[in-house]
Each structure stands twice: as structure tokens, then as C-alpha cells.
């Protein structure tokens, strides 16, 4: 995971932690932080050596990038729990008329054109 930090963020950063913490602590600090990293990676391994413990030999079988959150669309969830069928049928919507082709049809029958109380 890289957070969206780029070598220049990671710079200013540093720059920053510099003045913040002054040259003396600044190794201390930096240790600490390495040896954070470090605990929260040894975590992160051990939850899935873990999980692929419990689960065994289905743990490969397993498509991790459908289950990624990014993923998800309430929409499309929603629409494949409410339809039966395999694919949703595409709503054909009929072309409109235009507002000037429809008031040119109007005057062709003689009949006023629309008008719209609250458009004025």
C-alpha cells in the first residue's frame, strides 16, 4: 500500500518532521517509526497466515479483487438481487419531440401551442 505518497510528499514530510523534532531526535524517532512499520507488516502477515489457516485449501480458490471494497456498487447489487434474469433487459426510452418540432405540428393542426404557466 503506498497511501498515494510520492517522494516528494515523503520529503516534505521529512523536512517537516526535521524542524518539528530538531536533528537530535530525529534518529530516535525515525527508529521508533521503522520499528512501527515493521510490528504493523508482522500483523498484517500474521492475520493471513491466519485466515488461510482457517479457511485451507479454499483460501487460493478465492478471487481477492471481487471482494475489494473499491468494487462495490449499491446499484448494480441492488438491481442483480431484484431481477431473476441473468441479464437486465436495456429500457428503450422513445425519441422526444422536440420543442419546435412539436410546436410546428401544433400550427400544422390549427391548434394553439403549448404554453407553460410557470416556465414565464
Do not use: C, H
Request: hydrophobic share 35%.
Amino acid at each position: 500500500m503506498s497511501f498515494g505518497l510520492t517522494f516528494e510528499k515523503l520529503l516534505v514530510i521529512g523536512v517537516i518532521a526535521v524542524f518539528l523534532l530538531g536533528p537530535q531526535r530525529l534518529p530516535e524517532y525515525a527508529a521508533k517509526l521503522a520499528k512501527l512499520v515493521k510490528q504493523l507488516r508482522g500483523f498484517a502477515d500474521g492475520a493471513k497466515d491466519r485466515l488461510r489457516e482457517e479457511m485451507g485449501p479454499d483460501y487460493d480458490e478465492v478471487d481477492w479483487k471481487k471482494l475489494d471494497p473499491r468494487q462495490y456498487d449499491p446499484r448494480r447489487i441492488i438491481r442483480e438481487a431484484l431481477t431473476e434474469e441473468d441479464e437486465p433487459k436495456p429500457v428503450v426510452t422513445p425519441p422526444r419531440e422536440s420543442a419546435y418540432a412539436q410546436r410546428q405540428r401544433f400550427m400544422r393542426e390549427g391548434k394553439p401551442a403549448p404554453y407553460d404557466n410557470e416556465a414565464t
